[in-house]
């Protein structure tokens, strides 16, 4: 079963980013590494080259893990939704019970920065979020109890 990974455009940049600095600078600088430590002589107690091998070898597999997710990426630009519903993309405004303001922006798993307010569209508020409209209230089940949130305005933008 394929398995979609929703990014915004912004979001599939630094993956992009992300990968071609690992495979066009860090890898090779690495590997000139491995290769100069492998020149003098024991690699058993050599920390240079032990050092080079596993980096690679995380290197490696951040590098798989990005392709995959890449591979997966399906792209969707906020500023080009028009919806009275909150969908992936939307940049919700919400208030509590406190009357406490909150923005959140919906965003793949890739790009969560919640210091930013950028949550998953996968999270607890995401999934509360998706298909509701403005004014709607949402109940959101968090470990600490519930969360009820009134949608007080719902945009799309870039």
Same mark, same amino acid.
């Given at each position: 079963m394929e398995k979609k990974n929703y990014i915004t455009p912004l979001g599939h940049q630094k993956l992009l980013g992300e990968l071609n600095e690992l495979l066009k600078v860090e890898r090779p600088e690495v590997t000139k590494l491995v290769q100069w430590a492998a020149s003098n002589g024991d690699r058993s107690e050599n920390a240079d080259y032990l050092y080079g091998k596993k980096r690679l070898r995380e290197i490696d597999r951040r590098l798989r893990f990005l392709n995959k997710r890449l591979e997966e990426a399906v792209v969707i630009d906020p500023s080009t939704l028009k919806s009275e519903r909150v969908q992936f993309g939307a940049t919700v405004?919400? @208030? $509590?019970?406190?009357?406490?303001?909150?923005?959140?922006?919906?965003?793949?798993? $890739?790009?969560?920065?919640?210091?930013?307010? @950028? &949550?998953?569209? @996968?999270?607890?508020?995401?999934?509360?979020?998706?298909?509701?409209?403005?004014? $709607?209230? &949402?109940?959101?089940?968090?470990?600490?109890?519930?969360?009820? +949130?009134?949608?007080?305005? &719902?945009? +799309?933008?870039?």
């Open positions: 405004v919400l @208030q $509590d019970e406190n009357k406490v303001h909150k923005t959140f922006k919906i965003v793949g798993i $890739d790009e969560v920065d919640t210091n930013r307010g @950028q &949550i998953s569209w @996968q999270s607890p508020i995401g999934r509360a979020l998706l298909g509701k409209s403005l004014h $709607d209230l &949402i109940v959101v089940h968090t470990p600490s109890g519930e969360m009820n +949130y009134e949608i007080l305005s &719902i945009l +799309y933008m870039t």
